[in-house]
């Protein structure tokens, strides 16, 4: 499985708030720390606080942080959201893209199959098991 750049920056950017609960991230201070347009990270962002997984403030003390407990947010739930409209091969997609030997396709059922495994085991575990703790952050910049 492959995910989108789209998704692994959504799954690093929420790590990173789930450090740190509470307090909000500025998009210009996780595009310097990813090395990423600003512009990019917003787009993400958006989609995760219309999805309800993040909430944003302007001003003083604003950014994004996470609208709920990182131990509430489930990893598939996460992945689904940011690949949505990328499916995992051309004919899961809308109309079935260009397929030659579609209806005698054997490895669809299997792309299926594996596909909902691979989400099922990332629904077991929730951002909280992956958050990016600052003090061993910190800790990493001395070794």
Not at 31 to 44: M, N, P, V, Y
Not at 53 to 80: C, H, K
Not at 121 to 135: F, G, H, K, M, Q
């Amino acid at each position: 499985m492959r995910l989108t750049s789209f998704t692994d920056y959504g799954l690093r950017m929420l790590m990173r708030m789930a450090g740190t609960p509470g307090q909000g991230v500025s998009t210009a201070e996780m595009a310097q720390e990813f090395g990423l347009s600003r512009h990019h990270l917003t787009k993400i962002i958006q989609r995760l606080a219309q999805a309800g997984y993040v909430a944003t403030r302007r001003g003083s003390g604003g950014g994004a942080m996470l609208a709920r407990p990182a131990g509430e947010i489930r990893l598939g739930a996460i992945i689904r959201l940011l690949e949505e409209g990328q499916p995992l091969v051309e004919c899961f997609g809308p109309g079935g893209g260009d397929c030659s030997i579609d209806g005698r396709c054997r490895l669809k059922a299997r792309l299926r199959a594996a596909e909902a495994a691979f989400l099922a085991d990332l629904d077991r575990s929730t951002l909280a098991d992956i958050a990016l703790r600052p003090d061993l952050l910190l800790a990493e910049e001395f070794v």
